[in-house]
């Protein structure tokens, strides 16, 4: 299987709600990152996300913590390559006093499953 991981801060100016929580978009706006950094490395091109089978909202996701993003390679057809995506909370912000703490295990925060397609003329 072939994986790919990115890491972000989240912005407190991506928090819209309160608590400084961050929307679910944010999660799949990262997940969109990281499936096309994944296509990119199979097969030379960005691809076309088509769409996702499942996503599942697990824990909250703060503004000021920082995450991972993960996509995983779990099928690969002639075209098409179904994708995992998960998104961990690493470090997690303490209130709004600028302090951080790494955590022990990361937070698993979201996970989906999706299809991406790659043109008929990038497989030739």
């Known amino acids: 299987m072939t994986t790919t991981v990115h890491r972000r801060y989240v912005a407190f100016s991506d ?16 997940f969109g990152d990281v ?9 030379g091109h ?12 697990l824990a909250p996701v703060r503004g000021g913590d920082v ?4 996509a995983r390679l779990v099928k ?3 075209r098409s390559r179904t994708v995992e995506f998960e998104l961990r909370v690493i ?5 709004d006093t600028g ?4 955590l022990k295990q990361p937070l698993v925060a979201v996970r989906a499953r ?11």
Do not use: M, W
């Open 114 to 124: 999706g299809t991406g397609v790659i043109p008929a003329e990038e497989t030739e």
């Open 15 to 30: 928090a819209h709600y309160a608590g400084n929580l961050v929307d679910g978009a944010y999660a799949l706006k990262l």
């Open 91 to 95: 470090c997690r912000v303490c209130g």
């Open 46 to 57: 960005e691809g076309l996300f088509a769409g996702y089978s499942s996503v599942e909202f």
């Open 67 to 70: 995450v991972e993003a993960e």
């Open 35 to 43: 499936g096309t950094n994944l296509s990119i490395e199979l097969d």
């Open 99 to 102: 302090r951080s703490q790494v």
């Open 76 to 78: 690969k057809g002639n």
